[in-house]
């Protein structure tokens, strides 16, 4: 009996003090993940297109409906690639968002699949095989340290299964 008392005691000292510390307030940066979104594209204006332009000149036209967005990404981490040996975001998919990809790509090799981030153009790349395994890289004009942000941003507040913290805390609880 009294080590059950001793046990529920020391529990509820530490939701007390849980209740009682001070939950930092997130950065505006961590407050809101970019906008990222993986559009169709074509190469050719069309109706119900939106043109963009990207920073080298490339002027593509996008699809309105987007294949991914944020919250189909469960975590993002950077990374040099091996083989270009320039910075990239290696995204992880949630199950929905990897399902809906493998279904886009298997439908649509050969189109030009735009990866805008916060409706800016930065990667534009043809699909050449279906994505099946539910990860994706950004690649494009950005430095190490623009890649390690993005990277950073895309993750905040996110768990490894690709909840929001917030949302693993309140499950403790319930």
Request: no cysteine; net charge negative.
């Amino acid at each position: 009996m009294l080590s059950i008392v001793s046990t529920l005691a020391a529990a509820a000292a530490v939701v007390a003090t849980a209740m009682t510390t001070p939950i930092e307030t997130p950065s505006a940066a961590q407050a809101a993940a970019p906008d990222v979104q993986l559009r169709f594209a074509e190469s050719d204006p069309k109706p119900g297109l939106t043109r963009f332009e990207d920073a080298a000149g490339r002027v593509l036209y996008l699809r309105p409906e987007a294949v991914l967005s944020t919250p189909d990404i469960a975590s993002a981490t950077a990374r040099t690639d091996p083989v270009s040996a320039t910075p990239v975001v290696e995204l992880t998919l949630t199950l929905a968002g990897r399902d809906r990809l493998a279904r886009a790509t298997t439908d649509n090799v050969g189109r030009i699949l735009a990866v805008l981030v916060d409706e800016t153009l930065i990667t534009a790349p043809i699909i050449r095989e279906p994505i099946l395994g539910g990860r994706v890289q950004i690649s494009g004009s950005m430095t190490a340290a623009e890649a390690n942000d993005l990277a950073l941003l895309l993750s905040a507040g996110r768990t490894s299964s690709g909840r929001s913290l917030a949302d693993a805390v309140l499950d403790r609880f319930n």
